[in-house]
Every structure is written in C-alpha cells, then in structure tokens.
C-alpha cells in the first residue's frame, strides 16, 4: 500500500495548478502556474536567474510552494537546494 500512497502523492503534486495572479514570476519573464512546470523552467535558467531566486538569503521557489500552495513538506526539502541540479532532483523526486 504505501507504493500507492506514493504514487498518488505525486500525482497530487503534479497536478497542482494556480491561478495566474498567483504564478511565480521568473526574473527572465517565465511565467509558472503549474507545479510540474518547475522544475524544466529552472533546469532552463541561466546560472543568474536561477540564483536571483535562490540564494544564502532566500529561496522563492520555497516560498512560492508552502505559500501558494501550502507544502511546508515540499517547501522544506526545496528550500535546502542550494543548486539548480539539487533542486531539480528534488523536485523530480517528488513529482515525477
């Protein structure tokens, strides 16, 4: 059973979708309504706008998630990337 539980897990968080007023805005113009569209917009960012958003003083991409959508588990683990690789890996581990 906990296969199942998993799998239906990421399926929730894959289809996790918001509104447009509460998309994440990259600093390059990207546009993110959906969860699943994460993580190719940021392994396509350059090494600056990925580190615009994620930094020693922030993480928006871990705010965007516990805020939008109320993911403090994923949110957490998100927030502990501190390269594009890790959080990518994280977020396909998660979702996909």
């Known amino acids: 059973m906990a296969a199942k539980k998993g799998s239906k897990t990421k399926a929730a968080l894959r289809s996790l979708e918001t509104t447009p007023d509460k998309a994440f805005h990259m600093i390059n113009g990207k546009m993110i309504t959906k969860l699943s569209d994460l993580s190719n917009e940021i392994e396509s960012s350059d ?4 580190y615009y958003h994620v930094n020693d003083q922030k993480n928006d991409f871990a705010n ?32 996909k």
Not at 47 to 50: A, D, L, S
Not at 73 to 95: G, M, P, W
């Open 47 to 50: 090494e600056q706008t990925f």
């Open 64 to 95: 965007w998630i516990k805020d939008v959508f109320n993911n403090s588990n994923l949110a957490t683990k998100i927030d502990k990337a501190r390269t594009k690789n890790e959080l990518v890996s994280v977020l396909k581990s998660q979702i």
